[in-house]
């Protein structure tokens, strides 16, 4: 089971470049970094609530649920 980070695509969508979101949202680039890539191993509401309001999105569309 996998959970997949689809941030690129909605910044992609958004025209949005990575360091202006990590600006909007309060977080280093190297996080975002690490939240894109599916490295991180868990991310807090409040940083989901803020990519959202930011982006102008729902959860599932960053996040998506694959079986493996």
Known sequence: MSIIVNLDVV???????????AEIIGITP???SVLKSG??????LETLDKICNALKCEPGDILEFRED
């Open 11 to 21: 910044l992609a969508q958004r025209k949005m470049r990575s360091i202006e979101l």
């Open 30 to 32: 190297q996080n975002l």
């Open 39 to 44: 490295r991180a191993k868990a991310i807090k």
